[in-house]
């Protein structure tokens, strides 16, 4: 790591949003452990970007690295969202399962090793359908071996938001954290106007779309742990209580049969508001 990157680490103040995938990493860890993985100067690009006229990038949107926080082994690996956006492809799938997967290893070894994932995506990359869906999947399965050893901590932060494939991922995480610009959700607010039509969901309705999945909807719906301004040394707060705080004794996507059933009972024959949204997700939930 080159000199002027080690005194970048820990000096940063300020928003979180506005920050490189990388300088976000290098915005969280310990000042002077980032040690980036696969890095642009390996140039590993997707085959298949520029068949289709697209110009690739050469960490193919995702920054992986190792590195300690507060002095305890992780990993952490973050979204460009302005690349693509955030779409995830076979390369950059790959790249983040391979680091899961290291992180299994080491923990099988006795070396104690979390994850962070910073995601930016509005899911699988179009361009390469299946094998991006294949990627992700593999994200998923080392996700939940990963977890049983040591805390996986999803932050969704910027306006891109988590969508498609990757929000499934986010689910799986044992925490959650979103800021108030973040969203969270299965489908983009453009694929379901497309599906359903303007009247159902318009997709120009910045009230609307915030209301149902950004960030102050999904931590009071109970669907994210933490809710955190937009701000470097609080977000880096947030994520060391996470991991403080060890492996959860129930993981949310174990627990689905609550939600499962007031979801069920749910009347979609009115248009969905956040306050309804809300109470169907919250409804009989106690603390």
Not at 65 to 91: C, H, M, P, T, Y
Not at 123 to 134: S, T
Not at 157 to 174: D, E, R
Not at 230 to 245: E, I, K, N
Request: glycine share 12%; with cysteine; hydrophobic share 40%.
């Amino acid at each position: 790591m080159s000199e002027l990157n080690a005194n970048f680490q820990g000096n940063y103040e300020g928003g979180f949003i506005d920050l490189s995938a990388r300088k976000r990493i290098e915005s969280l860890l310990d000042s002077g452990s980032m040690r980036e993985l696969l890095t642009p100067f390996d140039r590993l690009t997707s085959p298949w970007l520029e068949k289709q006229g697209i110009v690739p990038q050469f960490d193919d949107g995702v920054v992986i690295a190792r590195g300690k926080l507060d002095n305890k082994a992780v990993v952490v690996a973050a979204i460009e969202g302005g690349f693509q956006g955030g779409s995830l492809g076979e390369v950059g799938g790959a790249k983040i399962a391979g680091l899961l997967e290291l992180a299994i290893e080491e923990n099988r070894k006795g070396n104690p090793t979390a994850a962070v994932l910073m995601l930016e995506t509005g899911g699988v990359r179009l361009q390469e359908a299946n094998l991006g869906l294949a990627a992700i999947a593999e994200i998923q399965s080392a996700i939940v071996e990963l977890r049983q050893y040591q805390p996986v901590i999803a932050v969704v932060t910027g306006p891109v938001g988590c969508f498609g494939g990757m929000s499934i991922t986010a689910g799986l995480c044992s925490y959650l954290i979103i800021t108030r610009e973040g969203r969270l959700g299965l489908n983009g607010p453009q694929v379901i106007e497309q599906e359903a039509g303007v009247e159902e969901y318009d997709s120009r309705d910045r009230g609307l779309i915030w209301g149902l999945t950004g960030g102050t909807q999904r931590f009071a719906s109970g669907l994210v742990d933490a809710f955190v301004d937009d701000d470097v040394s609080a977000l880096s707060t947030s994520v060391r209580d996470c991991l403080a705080q060890g492996v959860p004794a129930l993981h949310r996507s174990d627990d689905i049969s609550a939600p499962l059933t007031r979801l069920q009972q749910f009347d979609t024959r009115e248009q969905i508001d956040a306050q309804r949204a809300r109470q169907a997700l919250t409804e009989g939930k106690t603390a």
